[in-house]
């Protein structure tokens, strides 16, 4: 079975800027491997439940106590750019 | 004579407590063997001579005060370089995070502290842990100390392979499909991964989630039993931490396996198997059959589908994980017009090409459309996984197979084929599925020398009883903490 990828939407969805060769190249890699994973489908898995998480653990509660955060300067100190105590990044949206 | 870096962790404790050796002259017996061994094995990314001398001196004077002396006092430890250490760059492996210094401690590594362990440095892994040999590392691969034209295994490579030479004593690794097994298979020492919530994910950079795990690698089976007694325990900063007792694992090391019922796992241990592998493992049985335990074939039918549904499941939740390198908080920015252009050059540069696969790999199978064919049928078949496990515990004690179909292979010989890397972890991934534990210990070497490994699988929660077949596979095995050829040097007439 040979899987299609649309490799360059992946590529959006996931905010990984390739270019033209490496999706080339992933694409085919990602069919490969794919096929391989598509085994899934062949396990008759009629009425069988998904299982998100290998433990049963429901609501880990822990006592509401209140400690200090991480102090501003120190969260700040691995910031690629910091200004006047936040973040910096580019703008969200594209000039006009 | 042989080197301090060549004692056990229960050796080099019993020296310590007596006097006989120093916190201060144990570390420098490592400091040596590292500056022997890493020109050629780059064990370590990162060695902090520093911090390590000034905790071993303190830890020298503690002692000389009479102050109380935790169960890790003066042991050099390796930690794998996707926990956190506080003031000490942690990098995952990946270019993303070069130079990240974080300023917190994960809680395995606060528990290594407060139990007197001295911190050696940061270990080489596949990046984000996504690997099986450590080439996929942002920082160059490691070597296997048995032949250093191979692989140590991975993700946690550097850390089996220091633990194998003697740069470290113990190792913390961290395992998601055989990331600790594995390596401790390829360079001839003992891997641990326990029971999914044993040991807090706090600090530990998140690969996938539901699967991580950390856990111990050591040069026997009763150092791997005292380091778990260390770092497990419940911790309110992990959700999925298990609330539970936590029992002392060294409780039934010794005991022997008469009248245990082991479980040879059909699936895992024929086809696809190196047949120097299988020989050996075949051996490890057979002794495990004169020293009473009560042997049988069993068969799990998922297992080959455990592979196909982890290559979906891991590749899913890291794609989740890994979606907080966007350049803004910490780490690699590459700059952009926009938000998005900053964040898309900046994953686009500091992820390697596995990564970048994995991460793909995961939107895709997560994508509208595609989610109840591919992810929606691996959570399904991981549910079929746990079950074949349930149905196989209630007539068996542990099960057993080899930890990798192969010993180390060639560096450079799997990376163009993605797939053909995966396969080596087709024995470990099940146990990450059904989040129980498993061991790997060395049992043999194949004609070229190079380390066999031998797992045993328990119930969730059964860590007494693995570490108590464990002891036995490697007393039977006559193994005796053998040592790798690299380290011969420092071992002079």
């Not at chain 2, 150092?223 to 497990?232: G, K």
């Not at chain 2, 990376?415 to 043999?444: F, H, K, Q, R």
Request: charged share 20%; proline share 6%; aromatic share 6%.
């Amino acid at each position: 079975m040979a899987i299609d990828i649309d490799i360059a939407y992946v590529a959006r969805l996931a905010r990984i800027d390739l270019s033209d060769e490496e999706l080339e190249r992933i694409g085919r890699q990602l069919g490969g491997i794919l096929e391989h994973a598509a085994l899934v489908q062949q396990l008759p898995t009629e009425g069988v439940e998904p299982t998100s998480h290998p433990l049963p653990m429901v609501n880990a509660f822990r006592p509401d106590r209140v400690v200090p955060p991480l102090e501003r300067d120190t969260a700040l100190a691995q910031a690629p750019q910091a200004e006047d105590g936040y973040f910096r990044v580019p703008p969200t949206l594209e000039a006009e | 004579m042989s080197s301090l870096a060549d004692l056990t962790l229960a050796e080099a404790s019993a020296g310590l407590r007596g006097g006989e050796l120093s916190a201060r002259e144990l570390l420098e017996a490592t400091f040596d063997r590292a500056a022997l061994t890493e020109a050629e094995l780059h064990a370590y990314l990162t060695i902090d001579h520093e911090n390590a001398r000034a905790a071993a001196a303190a830890a020298d004077e503690a002692q000389a005060n009479g102050l109380s002396m935790g169960p890790l006092h003066g042991i050099p430890v390796a930690i794998k370089d996707n926990m956190v250490t506080a003031g000490l760059q942690t990098t995952a492996g990946s270019q993303i995070l070069a130079g990240y210094v974080p300023p917190y401690d994960a809680t395995a590594v606060t528990a290594l502290k407060s139990a007197g362990a001295i911190i050696v440095g940061k270990t080489n892994l596949d990046e984000f842990a996504m690997g099986s040999s450590t080439e996929n590392s942002g920082y160059g691969p490691s070597a296997n100390p048995w032949d250093t034209t191979r692989v140590p295994g991975g993700s946690s490579g550097g850390s089996a392979a220091a633990v194998a030479a003697g740069s470290a004593m113990i190792a913390l690794g961290s395992d998601t499909g055989g990331s600790i097994r594995q390596p401790a298979s390829l360079c001839g020492v003992v891997g641990m991964k326990p029971t999914y919530g044993l040991v807090s994910r706090y600090g530990l950079i998140a690969f996938a989630s539901s699967l991580d795990q950390i856990g111990p690698i050591s040069r026997t089976v009763e150092d791997a039993a005292s380091t778990l007694e260390v770092i497990a325990g419940h911790d309110p900063l992990d959700a999925t931490s298990y609330r539970g007792e936590y029992p002392r694992y060294r409780s039934l090391l010794g005991e022997g396996v008469s009248g245990l019922r082991v479980g040879v796992v059909g699936e895992l241990s024929g086809a696809g198997i190196h047949p120097e592998v299988l020989s050996a493992f075949r051996s490890a049985v057979d002794s495990l059959a004169e020293g009473g335990a009560i042997v049988s074939e069993v068969s799990l039918p998922s297992m080959e589908y455990a592979l196909s549904a982890y290559y979906l499941i891991a590749p899913a939740e890291c794609s989740a994980n890994l979606a907080r390198f966007d350049g803004v908080r910490y780490g690699l920015r590459i700059d952009g017009a926009t938000v998005e252009e900053m964040t898309a050059r900046t994953r686009a540069a500091g992820f390697g090409p596995e990564v970048t696969r994995r991460i793909l790999l995961g939107t895709y199978a997560l994508s509208a459309g595609y989610y109840d064919a591919f992810y929606g049928q691996a959570q399904k078949v991981r549910t079929l996984v746990i079950q074949d496990f349930t149905r196989a515990y209630e007539g068996v004690d542990v099960l057993v197979s080899p930890t990798s179909p192969i010993t180390a292979f060639e560096l450079g010989s799997r990376t163009e084929d993605p797939l053909s890397m995966y396969l080596v972890d087709v024995c470990t991934i099940p146990s990450n599925l059904a989040g129980t534990p498993g061991i790997s210990v060395p049992v043999g070497v194949d004609n070229a020398g190079l380390p066999i490994g031998f797992q045993i699988m328990a119930p969730a929660l059964g860590e007494e009883v693995l570490f108590q077949v464990a002891a036995e596979v490697e007393r039977a095995s006559a193994w005796n903490n053998r040592r790798p050829p690299v380290v011969e040097a420092d071992h002079g007439v």
